[in-house]
């Protein structure tokens, strides 16, 4: 086993030191969200939740960063099939980044999971309502919270998007910047 001296303590304490300054500085945000996009007869809508980490913009760390004048980029990571905590607590290298470049960090739920659910707990009982839960809605969702997201901490509507995601969510990230 490793001593206390080596390398597997130290790890542990850095990664604790990390997380808790991480996830200190999230807000959650709301907003509204269409239970079905592609419905245009329906007006239906649902509340989504994103935490979002504002603390970065405008104070990149990184020597040689844009000037101030820069639009600061946005960095959202696409929620995955559970509740967005448990991304923003593992995915550390994404608020590392963020604090490195100045940017917006925003992690938000996908549909149907956490506490993102488009037709309350009832929905999981119903075959049409579950017809809701796929990767074409959730890429709307993303596409229409991300201006949402940039008006509402004052960004330049041109301001660079870097989607981030891992296994289900980065093939999210991956389809979200072939579609929108």
Same mark, same amino acid.
Request: hydrophobic share 45%.
């Given at each position: 086993?490793?001593?206390?001296?080596?390398?597997?303590?130290?790890?542990?304490?850095?990664?604790?030191?990390?997380?808790?300054?991480?996830?200190?500085?999230?807000?959650?945000?709301?907003?509204?969200?269409?239970?079905?996009?592609?419905?245009?007869?329906? =007006?239906?809508?649902?509340? *989504?939740?994103?935490?979002? =980490?504002?603390?970065?913009?405008?104070?990149?760390?990184?020597?040689?960063?844009?000037?101030?004048?820069?639009?600061?980029?946005?960095?959202?990571?696409?929620?995955?099939?559970?509740?967005?905590?448990?991304?923003?607590?593992?995915?550390?290298?994404?608020?590392?980044?963020?604090?490195?470049?100045?940017?917006?960090?925003?992690?938000?739920?996908?549909?149907?999971?956490?506490?993102?659910?488009?037709?309350?707990?009832?929905?999981?009982?119903?075959?049409?309502?579950?017809?809701?839960?796929?990767?074409? *809605?959730?890429?709307? =969702?993303?596409?229409?919270?991300?201006?949402?997201?940039?008006?509402?901490?004052?960004? =330049?509507?041109?301001?660079?998007?870097?989607?981030?995601?891992?296994?289900?969510?980065?093939?999210?990230?991956?389809?979200?910047?072939?579609?929108?």
């Amino acid at each position: 086993g490793m001593t206390t001296g080596g390398l597997y303590p130290r790890a542990l304490a850095l990664l604790a030191l990390v997380a808790g300054s991480a996830t200190g500085k999230r807000e959650e945000v709301w907003f509204e969200s269409a239970v079905d996009h592609f419905n245009m007869s329906s =007006d239906v809508t649902f509340k *989504q939740r994103c935490l979002v =980490d504002a603390a970065h913009l405008a104070a990149p760390t990184l020597r040689g960063a844009a000037p101030a004048k820069a639009a600061p980029p946005v960095f959202f990571y696409t929620g995955n099939e559970g509740p967005v905590e448990e991304f923003a607590d593992n995915a550390l290298f994404v608020n590392e980044l963020g604090a490195r470049f100045g940017a917006l960090v925003a992690f938000c739920e996908h549909r149907y999971y956490g506490k993102s659910l488009p037709l309350g707990t009832g929905a999981f009982r119903s075959g049409a309502s579950m017809g809701l839960l796929s990767v074409e *809605q959730a890429l709307a =969702d993303y596409a229409v919270l991300l201006p949402v997201l940039k008006a509402r901490y004052g960004l =330049d509507a041109a301001s660079p998007t870097i989607a981030f995601g891992g296994s289900y969510g980065g093939m999210l990230a991956a389809w979200w910047r072939l579609r929108y």
